[in-house]
């Protein structure tokens, strides 16, 4: 992938919007140019500042062409079955929550505390704990599932800013596997079991639109993976009331 | 500043030492309470492990450890400290970015926090690739990850952790307790409760010495061990997809059961088993009295079912 292939996508990049492979492709691109990468801190940098602004209802004529748009994705998708139709709108906005919390918390920070030190400072005071030692930096410990750090290329901020959207898009790759193997077993779900089903994922899947960036939303996915997960496993309890 | 007066009287010690792969940076932070008790400590660590240890005080201590490949990399690590009047003392960690700065992996940039903490604060803590310990504590938490290990010992009060691919490993925990991860095991030692609930896709769940009124444990891909008691009046789904289930309890009153999977082996309570036409096995053992049984379901889709009583 090219530069000029690179650069239109960093912003979808940065919001956490590219899936897996695109992310994949995106981030190694940022590894190895200079340029390129130099482009994306920008854009981050740009984009925490226009996160402090204040909130500005958009036009009537947005939400116009926005509700157009909607329009058109139900009519290409009125004949798919209910409970994938569910799935298909995960896609589009489940990574784009990337960080902003910091910020908000930098906001109402009352005590920045730094301290200052360097080979010329005092000898150290505080034996270094065992516990803490014993794990190189940022080394992602455990199965791979996540890629969390350990990037060299991408500078510290920029590999942090990415990292909400990439928890996100792993509870978003999760519920669709479950949603996936729970449609396995629905060829055997009465008709009501099936709609309860759909109503409930339904529901979930508003809660995470309706959560807050960040920490609420990665809840409220957990909350769906939950549910997926519990209906893939014991579907009759599942069923029961809408909950496990 | 006032505010940050009036709420802590500060001391910080900084030393710092040359390592082989760039510069250490260590600091002591004490934090006293101001009118308020300190009821909660939110933590957010995304740059290097996270321990909390409690102890009999009123006051927190914090040691931190930032490590950077040079001078500029330890500017630019942060660690930001918020003290509310509610009681809350919020802790974050983040680094500096900016074109003034050269470039620098996170590889390369840590800060581990060391904190002590009184017993009865509550912690919320999150870290990212790190590990994050929480140990002697008595009012519960809310822990998450997302790949470090999360351990938790001896710690009263509802426990809720969550993590996508950290092992999660708690220990003498006495409370409710919610451990979830997508890729990691879950290994519970001790646990005494009203509520248990675990879930994981592809990791082990493993329970000892387990007590709950309500257990749930589930999986997806992975096996579930279990080993503990049967509460009166209690209620016990193991369930997973395509791991074994094995279930070794000491009985206390009647208990039902109710199992399927692939195989389906009751051990004492074979003899008393009937199978339904649904492949649903049913069993009963003790008399039924006054209270009502517990009630035990083991299922597993494509894996084993295994239920024994520890007498």
């Not at chain 1, 928890?167 to 309860?196: F, I, M």
């Not at chain 2, 809310?142 to 710690?155: E, F, K, M, Y």
């Not at chain 2, 708690?170 to 248990?196: H, K, M, W």
Request: hydrophobic share 40%.
């Amino acid at each position: 992938m090219s530069c000029d292939d690179v650069r239109p996508r960093l912003t979808a990049y940065l919001d956490g919007d590219l899936d897996a492979e695109r992310g994949s492709v995106v981030r190694g691109h940022l590894r190895t140019c200079d340029a390129c990468r130099e482009v994306a801190t920008t854009e981050a940098a740009l984009r925490d500042g226009l996160r402090q602004l204040p909130a500005v209802d958009p036009p009537p004529s947005m939400w116009a062409g926005i509700q157009a748009r909607l329009a058109e994705e139900e009519v290409a998708h009125a004949r798919r079955p209910a409970w994938r139709r569910a799935l298909a709108r995960w896609a589009p906005s489940a990574p784009r929550f990337a960080a902003g919390g910091l910020v908000a918390a930098a906001a109402i920070a009352v005590l920045w505390w730094r301290s200052h030190g360097g080979p010329d400072a005092p000898s150290p005071v505080t034996p270094e704990p065992a516990s803490i030692a014993a794990n190189p930096p940022n080394k992602v410990i455990g199965p791979t599932q996540v890629e969390v750090g350990g990037d060299a290329s991408l500078d510290v901020t920029l590999d942090l800013a990415g990292e909400a959207a990439r928890v996100t898009a792993h509870y978003g790759d999760e519920a669709e596997e479950l949603l996936a193997r729970a449609g396995e077993a629905r060829a055997q779900w009465t008709v009501e079991q099936k709609d309860a089903f759909d109503a409930h994922v339904v529901e979930l899947r508003g809660a995470i639109d309706a959560a807050a960036d960040g920490r609420p939303r990665q809840r409220a996915w957990r909350e769906l993976i939950r549910y997926l997960r519990g209906a893939a496993v014991r579907d009759e309890i599942a069923f029961a009331g809408g909950s496990q | 500043m006032l505010l940050t007066c009036a709420l802590a009287s500060l001391t910080a010690v900084a030393a710092a030492d040359t390592p082989t792969s760039g510069l250490v940076e260590r600091a002591r932070l004490e934090i006293q309470p101001g009118g308020r008790a300190i009821k909660q400590l939110a933590i957010e660590n995304p740059l290097g492990d996270v321990k909390v240890e409690g102890y009999d005080g009123t006051s927190i201590m914090i040691e931190t450890r930032k490590q950077a490949p040079d001078e500029e990399g330890l500017e630019r690590l942060r660690v930001s400290l918020v003290p509310n009047p509610d009681g809350t003392v919020r802790i974050t960690t983040t680094a500096d970015g900016g074109k003034e700065f050269k470039n620098v992996g996170r590889a390369h940039m840590r800060i581990d926090l060391i904190i002590r903490a009184p017993r009865d604060a509550r912690i919320e803590a999150a870290v990212s690739a790190g590990s994050l310990e929480v140990i002697n504590m008595d009012a519960g938490g809310d822990l998450d990850t997302a790949s470090g290990p999360i351990s938790v010992r001896n710690v009263s009060g509802g426990v809720s952790t969550h993590s996508v691919s950290g092992a999660t490993s708690l220990t003498q925990v006495f409370g409710s307790v919610d451990a979830q991860t997508i890729s990691s095991n879950v290994d519970l030692d001790t646990i005494g409760g009203e509520r248990l609930i675990a879930s994981a896709s592809r990791g082990k769940i493993a329970g000892r010495r387990v007590r709950a009124r309500h257990i749930e444990l589930t999986t997806t891909d992975g096996a579930i061990t279990l080993e503990g008691e049967s509460a009166l009046r209690g209620r016990i789904v193991v369930a997973s997809l395509r791991g074994d289930v094995d279930v070794r309890l000491r009985r206390q009153g009647a208990v039902t059961i109710r199992a399927r999977g692939a195989k389906v082996n009751l051990g004492s309570a074979t003899p008393f088993a009937r199978t339904q036409q649904d492949g649903w096995v049913h069993s009963q053992l003790g008399q039924l009295g006054k209270t009502a049984p517990a009630f035990v379901e083991l299922r597993s889709r494509y894996g084993m079912v295994q239920f024994a009583i520890i007498e």
